[in-house]
């Protein structure tokens, strides 16, 4: 694989784990109110739902590229058009910080584990991650489509997991520093937006890889 699609992937990833979803929510709520040990265990369920995604992506994009090619076309624009989507909730006026946590109750690490699963799971940022927009940056020419499939995954899972680690190990130092700087919270905002914006628009204009062969 070329270094140009593992960094493509890689700033994908990153922008949509700073842009607020379900798991970044669920994460500082739990970390600011039950303290870091909750965060990280919740956070181990959250990788187990991200390995989840990667075990299904990988033993299904074979076959679907190699039975309906032009399904690329339609998986890269409903990808572009979500980070269309999540660059605009971002951007838009309105909009509430995920450090204003809301209050939850003590947890033990077997639900804690549970909860974090289960809100990947059920995350739609996690599902289009892996459904729509990990298979742009596979080239059935460059070699086998699990393997790649298998190393963007693993980019993505690396990129998450330190940024998430690094919210919950922190979550309480930013919330009270955030909390008193609305300026920071709106340039977070407008950053993050931006680069979601300008990598969907050059996802859905690039047609560098509109047909992909059989492999």
Known sequence: MGLGAL???ALVALGMVLTPGPNMVYLVSRSITQG?????????GVAVGFLAYLAATCFGLTAVFALVPEAYVAIKLAGAGYLLYLAWKTLKPGGT?????????PDPPRKLFMMGLVTNLLNPKAAVMYMSLLPQFIDPSAG??????????????????AINTLIV?????????LGTRPT????????????L????VKLATDRSRAVIATP
């Open 169 to 177: 190990l922190t979550a309480g130092s930013l919330a009270a520093f």
């Open 144 to 161: 086998d489509v699990m393997t790649q499939s298998f190393l963007l995954g693993t980019v993505q899972i690396v990129i998450s997991m």
């Open 7 to 9: 960094a493509g992937i």
């Open 97 to 105: 910080s995920v450090f204003q946590p809301k209050a939850l109750k």
């Open 184 to 195: 920071w919270l709106r340039f977070q905002r407008y950053v993050m937006g931006t680069m």
């Open 36 to 44: 870091r040990r909750a965060g990280l265990v919740s956070l181990i």
């Open 197 to 200: 914006g300008a990598f969907a």
